[in-house]
């Protein structure tokens, strides 16, 4: 039996109702269809590809639904705060490392959350990447492949996606910080035992009670709870730095940005918006700087994929860096199909047409072919310069192989829904859509679901 639905147009926040939520063990979101046919939790770290596919006309959560008497399906708001029973909680390993941390929980069975929802196994992306990086950004991209919204919280949460801040397992307050003396990229400033326990059984299909570090008072908030779901985002400084943490993704992406440039973005910012000069910019930096290369930029070595934004090599002096040169490294080893142009394996230098693609000053140029990174085989696809006109992306795309999209024109139609967002008339836009729709495409593979955009 089919059932037929449509979202709410312009809500933020989007869920399912009270109501009789069973409609044939299929529920409704805004964006993509995912089907399933089971709910048991699969725990296994390696994914096992099964066919469990069935289209409808909007996106589909097995198991929650509110039927009308027409036989469509309506979303309802979702609730500001989880309703289902949690069952028994015991302190989570790691509590005790922090006195801020000593009310953090971890359930002792699986959710009732995973039945109800037909969650088959969480799913756990990991991403990593410094302040300032385009997180934001990508993670919208994201929203949008999987057709999900989430709740405008501290931790969003949504009927299909949640997205939890790793600054949550600061071990000190702000204030603590500054008299320990350690700034928080420090792996000493950070309770990675918790952090691994709870990823752990929030992928087994246990509840949470995890800490909040609140970013306007620099103080840590009561714990909150946090249930599966059916994907997973842990994003922040340290997705990729700890073994036991890591050993729980499904993928890592690590975002990646050069040294130039990432200084150019902040004295643009904060001298143009906040009025702080040079000389403090400079110095807030190389303060950062011995932490960050230490704890947070060797994470890149061990990613699946990086998203590497690098200065151009179109324009000789471009020491603004208005241009850019980005880069999506794939890891050969990891387990999803690496994106190429023209003929898979080769090495290719490619300037497109610019009757088919324009292209404003200084043009377009792009690069694919195997290439080693810190030692391990990657495939590498790179985007250098900027496109004047979004649409015409689709002449990129129809070049582009293993993109992961689902109909002609979906990797292009996904960057029109952003075009205004920093990055997208250059490679920054290209390479997280593609990004985007390889977590889709392992999302996928280890749930066995399929995830079929809609209409729109």
Known sequence: IYTHAWCLPGKRSFGLGEGNRKVVDMAFIAGATVASRASSVDTRSVCASR????????????????????????????????????????EAPGAK??????GCKIGVEVSDVMAKKGIKRPVIIGVAADSGCGKSTFLRRVLNIFGAEITNAHTPQGEFITVICLDDYHIHDRAGRRD??????DEVANNFELMASQVKALKEGKSILKPIYNHDTGEQDPPELVEPNHLIVIEGLHPIYDNDVMEQLDLSVYMDVSNEVK??????????ERGHTL???????????PDFEKFVDPQKKKADIVLNILPTKLVPDDDENKFLRVQMIQRDSADFEKVSIFDEGSTIDWVPCGKKLACSYPGIKFH???????????????????????EEMIYVESHLNSTGTKF????????????????????????????????????EKCTGNKVIPGSD
């Open 180 to 185: 320990a003396m350690v700034t928080a990229l």
């Open 97 to 102: 490392n922090s006195p801020h941390h000593t």
């Open 263 to 272: 200084l150019s973005w902040k004295i643009q910012r904060d001298m143009a």
């Open 51 to 90: 066919s469990s596919v069935f289209t409808a006309r909007r996106a589909v959560v097995p198991g929650h639904a509110t039927r009308r008497a027409s036989g469509s399906v309506r979303m309802g708001a979702p609730a500001e705060k989880a309703s289902l029973a949690t069952g028994e909680m015991i």
């Open 368 to 390: 694919y072919g195997p290439d080693t990174y810190y030692g391990e085989d990657v495939t590498m696809l790179e985007m250098d310069g900027v496109v004047e006109k979004l």
């Open 408 to 443: 002609y024109g979906e990797m292009t139609q996904q960057l029109l829904k952003n075009p205004k967002a920093p990055g997208s008339t250059n490679g920054t836009g290209l390479c997280q859509v593609l990004i985007a729709l390889k977590m889709r495409e392992v999302y």
């Open 279 to 289: 000389e403090n910019i400079l110095a807030s930096i190389e303060s950062r700087k």
